[in-house]
């Protein structure tokens, strides 16, 4: 079945022990991403992934860290987090557009999210 | 700069009367759009989406949404709502080119009345 698996599902930790949320997909999808989502804010993109060993900057990447080693993995990594750190994570991954004209794009493909809370 | 506004954080609506989710949009060039739809505890799914094809697009459970371009609205309808259809709704717009962002709308809590 054609997925994006994120592990885990729930965490619960303090200020400053060092986490890592796993994203795997299944579907050979170049393109991956990070989302966090707030209630009253939507979703907001932390980082995201062109291909193998590409990654840049979404809208809120302070405190983020992330890796692209292989095609189908796309860690997130928390280093030290913090309690405005806690919120609901998503991530996405989907095939990226060559030849298209701007602004177009493919749909992403979910992850099932992972709620965190940091005390 | 790209940007997404849902003009509504709730809607609600009575079983089996219509569904209308606004959003408009800026878009520096032709944008691809889309609606995903979320459930209470559940990850996100696309509902529809458009990329310059056909304006009026159809998606899955009943739903369609037009594009306007000359009023930079993307609005989500379904003709009866069903109680299933109780979600969150978000309107998403593409940044596109190498950079590969989306761009959420702040989403609308549609709440279906037996």
């Known amino acids: 079945e054609a997925q994006v698996t994120q592990n885990p599902r729930y965490l619960i930790t303090v200020t400053g022990k060092k986490l890592t949320v796993t994203c795997s997909q299944n579907m050979n999808h170049e393109y991956m991403s990070w989302y966090r989502q707030d209630p009253g804010l939507g979703l907001r993109q932390i980082y995201y992934?062109?291909?193998?060993?590409?990654?840049d900057k979404g809208d809120v990447p302070e405190g983020y860290k992330v890796s692209r080693k292989e095609k189908r993995n796309f860690p997130l990594i928390l280093e030290s987090p913090s309690p405005n750190q806690t919120s609901l994570y998503f991530c996405?991954?989907?095939?990226?557009?060559?030849?298209?004209?701007?602004?177009?794009?493919?749909?992403?493909?979910f992850g099932p999210g992972t709620r965190l809370t940091v005390l | 700069a790209q940007s997404v506004t849902q003009l509504d954080s709730h809607v609600s609506v009575s079983e089996g009367t219509p569904v209308l989710l606004r959003c408009n949009y800026s878009?520096?060039?032709?944008?691809?759009l889309f609606w995903y739809v979320q459930h209470p505890n559940k990850g996100l799914q696309l509902l529809l989406k458009y990329t310059s094809a056909a304006t009026l697009v159809k998606g899955i459970n009943g739903f369609e949404a037009e594009f306007k371009k000359s009023e930079t609205s993307f609005h989500l309808t379904k003709p009866s709502a069903h109680m299933s259809d109780a979600a969150e709704y978000f309107c998403?717009?593409?940044?596109?080119?190498?950079?590969?962002?989306?761009?959420f709308g702040k989403g609308t809590k549609l709440s279906v009345k037996p």
């Open positions: 992934s062109m291909n193998v060993e590409v990654t």
């Open positions: 878009s520096s060039y032709s944008p691809s």
């Open positions: 996405a991954s989907s095939f990226p557009t060559s030849g298209r004209a701007k602004g177009s794009y493919n749909e992403q493909f």
């Open positions: 998403v717009v593409s940044v596109g080119g190498s950079q590969g962002n989306l761009i």
